[in-house]
């Protein structure tokens, strides 16, 4: 039986919804042994319940954990999906003991330098995949990154993006409490569950179609107009 690695980076606005609706994807395919992966280093506030998918006895704990705890009660122990925590933030140090050869990672962090870190390690594999996505209020974009023998097929995060290439913000790691509470919550649970939407259909195209084919390789969306617009860049 072939073994998927599937990693899931962020449980907050996106990923939190994300994860809800792979789940069931993967629980429901047994031609493949699924290794998944849940990565977070923050916990599931008050604040949160407004556009977050969690249990409400979730609160204070740690999003990947969390969210290991719920899959295992809801669909209880199965052979070919094995579930795993990490309650940490990624580092360019710890990336290489999450993302490997041949695995596909879902990336739904909400700062740029985790994207550069992300992005930089993926163009160091063989073969993977990376999809991306990530929202202000009411627009923002998913972008997909393959890598097969050796070679690119599409561009980086950083060469999509100028300001993923030279962030300007923080690793989450780094920021305080103040900050964040300065920093306010700008998204809104449409855009949150827009792009985890069109990261889901990236994933299952990619992994489920027999013969996956995405041509565009970045998806912009706009909430206000109900609009996305597939673009695509060679590497």
Same mark, same amino acid.
């Given at each position: $039986?072939?073994?998927?690695?599937?990693?899931?980076?962020?449980?907050?606005?996106? /990923?939190?919804?994300?994860?809800?609706?792979?789940?069931?994807?993967?629980?429901?395919?047994?031609?493949?042994?699924?290794?998944? =992966?849940?990565?977070? /280093?923050? #916990? *599931?506030?008050?604040?949160?319940?407004?556009?977050?998918?969690?249990?409400?006895?979730?609160?204070?704990?740690?999003?990947?954990?969390?969210? &290991?705890?719920?899959?295992?009660?809801?669909?209880?122990?199965?052979?070919? !999906?094995?579930?795993?925590?990490?309650?940490? *933030?990624?580092?360019?140090?710890?990336?290489?003991?999450?993302?490997? &050869?041949?695995?596909?990672?879902?990336?739904?962090?909400?700062? #740029? !330098?985790?994207?550069? =870190? !992300?992005?930089?390690?993926?163009?160091?594999?063989?073969?993977?995949?990376?999809?991306?996505?990530?929202?202000?209020?009411?627009?923002?974009? !998913?972008?997909? $990154?393959?890598?097969?023998? /050796?070679?690119?097929?599409?561009?980086?995060?950083?060469?999509?993006?100028?300001?993923?290439?030279?962030?300007?913000?923080? #690793?989450? /790691?780094?920021?305080?409490?103040?900050?964040?509470?300065?920093?306010?919550?700008? =998204?809104?649970?449409?855009?949150?569950?827009?792009?985890?939407?069109?990261?889901?259909?990236?994933? *299952?195209?990619?992994?489920?179609?027999?013969?996956?084919?995405?041509?565009?390789? &970045?998806?912009?969306?706009?909430?206000?107009?109900?609009?996305?617009?597939?673009?695509?860049?060679?590497?």
């Amino acid at each position: $039986m072939r073994v998927e690695q599937l990693n899931i980076i962020g449980l907050g606005g996106i /990923g939190s919804w994300l994860f809800r609706a792979v789940v069931p994807i993967i629980y429901g395919d047994k031609s493949r042994q699924w290794r998944l =992966q849940l990565v977070d /280093g923050d #916990h *599931y506030e008050a604040k949160n319940l407004s556009r977050q998918l969690f249990p409400a006895n979730a609160l204070s704990q740690n999003k990947a954990e969390a969210n &290991e705890a719920w899959l295992r009660e809801r669909f209880g122990e199965a052979d070919h !999906v094995m579930p795993m925590s990490c309650g940490s *933030y990624v580092t360019s140090e710890t990336l290489p003991n999450i993302i490997g &050869e041949k695995s596909t990672t879902l990336l739904c962090v909400d700062n #740029h !330098v985790t994207r550069k =870190q !992300v992005s930089d390690f993926t163009e160091t594999l063989k073969d993977a995949i990376l999809i991306s996505g990530g929202n202000d209020s009411t627009d923002g974009n !998913v972008q997909v $990154m393959l890598r097969r023998k /050796g070679k690119a097929l599409t561009p980086t995060l950083c060469q999509w993006h100028p300001e993923i290439a030279s962030p300007t913000d923080k #690793h989450p /790691g780094d920021v305080s409490c103040a900050e964040l509470s300065a920093a306010g919550d700008v =998204q809104t649970i449409a855009a949150n569950l827009f792009a985890a939407s069109l990261m889901l259909n990236a994933f *299952y195209r990619l992994q489920f179609m027999p013969k996956p084919a995405i041509k565009e390789n &970045e998806f912009y969306f706009d909430i206000l107009h109900n609009a996305v617009a597939g673009k695509v860049r060679h590497a």
